[in-house]
């Protein structure tokens, strides 16, 4: 040990000496200079870093790095802990953190947020804190949903826009802006009581809370937020008893003005498998949708990203990636993190080449990222079957062809070997998974319209994920 530090600047002073001897100096200049010591406790030396990305990084990479340093500086039992900050913690508000319990770096977030001086429900909201208004790039493409939610999050069922439901495709920042309704509303002490969860969250809950004969008490608990936002509501297709209950919900907490936010891949009336009365009600208030950003809203999503993780990015380097990656935002953060990961492993300069051989490499990690399940879901969504029906014994015949198109795409998309994919297919074996092929590649070659309902199923497979 050296000469024992005793706050926490100089400890981290002398840590980063030892780190510089160890990492090369872009990964030191990257994953290190933005670091902030925080506080120096007996057995803990927090950290601050500016993103959970950031985070995460650090501790797949570095984390030996870090513990080894801090050992040599500070002691053999001192731990490492992060917090991580964001644009809108201000500095005041670090005086409520208070050090993350040992192993749940992950959740440090939920930690330093649920620390922030508002008000204190005694139940997880499940908001994430990355997730804010000032986080939020405004473009020609998402203006009209953001204004919207804006203007929900400041006056909370106080406006005609009750349910606000956004809509629109993968990766478009739908949760963002629904989840920054809620912390904007708590934060400014709008609202209290606030939940965010998937629709997904919403009918394992449901069902458990059936199983469990405690139904009332979940539905009362649904029943007494301010707040309650929703995601991805197409999932609520084909549940009928999760869809009542919510109907119910949905009912409720209307009729004592309190605010629902939801969101959807697809506007609320083309919605498959869901009651109309329950549609109805999705279009009482106001649907907005977000579109795909344009280039100049990406070139601005990229500058604050990396921004936001502390790291100069090349004007070159941006435009590249911006001209290049054109789908969603999701791919976009995705490109910015490869091209920093590979820049930092490989001891090379962040440049257009560099963005090149990442952008490229995505295209092609795309392809071979589908899953089954993806597969299934589209083709169920496609061809209006269930998933259920796809992997079950049904031999009506209109289920029987979708069920075969999925085999037969899931042979085109994925590298699964013919007796995983019947395994797939409630339990076939290979030579169905064969047979169905042969069906489907006739019905290609001689069918056009088939052809082109396969072609686009093909499509929106591909987009997953994007
Ligand atoms: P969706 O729910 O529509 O699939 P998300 O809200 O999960 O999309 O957004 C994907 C990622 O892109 C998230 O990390 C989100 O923070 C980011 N993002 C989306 N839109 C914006 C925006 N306008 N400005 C900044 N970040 C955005
Ligand atoms: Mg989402």
Excluded at 44 to 64: A, I, K, T
Excluded at 82 to 91: Q, T
Excluded at 290 to 319: C, F, H, N, Y
Aim: with cysteine; net charge negative.
């Amino acid at each position: 040990m050296m000469e024992a530090a005793t706050d926490a600047n100089g400890a981290w002073q002398e840590c980063m000496k030892v780190i510089h001897e160890r990492v090369n100096n872009l990964t030191y200049k990257t994953w290190f200079e933005p670091v902030v010591p925080v506080s120096l406790g007996n057995d803990n030396l927090v950290l601050r870093v500016p993103s959970q990305f950031f985070h995460d990084w650090l501790e797949e990479h570095y984390s030996s790095v870090v513990t080894d340093s801090i050992r040599k500086v500070v002691g053999d039992n001192v731990r490492v802990d992060y917090v991580i900050s964001e644009d809108d913690v201000v500095e005041s508000e670090q005086m409520f953190y208070r050090p993350p319990q040992p192993g749940r770096i992950g959740s440090q977030t939920d930690s330093v947020a649920s620390q922030r001086p508002v008000s204190k429900p005694s139940f997880e909201s499940n908001l994430n804190p990355r997730y804010t208004f000032e986080n939020f790039i405004k473009g020609d493409s998402n203006q009209f949903a953001r204004a919207a939610a804006y203007a929900v999050a400041n006056n909370p069922a106080g406006t005609s826009f009750n349910p606000l439901v956004i809509y629109g495709g993968v990766g478009l920042g739908k949760t963002h802006l629904i989840q920054a309704i809620g912390n904007y509303a708590r934060q400014m002490g709008r609202s209290e009581r606030v939940l965010y969860v998937s629709s997904e969250r919403f009918t394992v809950d449901f069902v458990d809370a059936i199983q469990k004969d405690r139904a009332s008490e979940f539905s009362n608990f649904y029943r007494s937020m301010d707040i309650l936002i929703v995601d991805d509501i197409q999932f609520f297709g084909g549940k009928e008893k999760t869809q009542d209950n919510f109907f119910h919900t949905f009912n409720a907490l209307h009729q004592s003005g309190k605010q629902i936010v939801l969101s959807s891949d697809r506007p609320p009336k083309e919605l498959k498998g869901v009651d109309d009365r329950l549609v109805s009600r999705f279009t009482w208030g106001l649907t907005v949708d977000v579109q795909p950003p344009d280039l100049e809203t990406r070139i601005a999503i990229l500058r604050k990203k990396s921004e936001d993780d502390g790291i100069q990015m090349p004007d070159d380097v941006i435009e590249y990636v911006a001209a290049n990656v054109t789908s969603n935002i999701r791919e976009l953060e995705g490109s910015l993190i490869s091209i920093l990961a590979k820049a930092s492993l490989n001891n090379r300069e962040v440049s257009v080449d560099l963005a090149k051989e990442v952008v490229r490499s995505l295209a092609v990690s795309r392809k071979t990222a589908v899953t089954v399940e993806d597969i299934q879901k589209v083709v169920a969504d496609v061809f209006d079957v269930t998933e259920e029906q796809l992997r079950g014994k049904t031999r009506k015949q209109e289920i029987v062809i979708a069920r075969q198109t999925a085999m037969y795409l899931t042979k085109d998309l994925t590298q699964l070997p013919l007796k995983t994919i019947g395994s797939h297919f409630g339990g076939r074996d290979h030579s169905t998974v064969i047979y169905a092929c042969q069906i489907i590649s006739d019905l290609l070659s001689n069918d056009t319209r088939f052809r082109e309902k396969y072609e686009s199923t093909k499509k929106k497979i591909e987009m997953i994920g994007m």
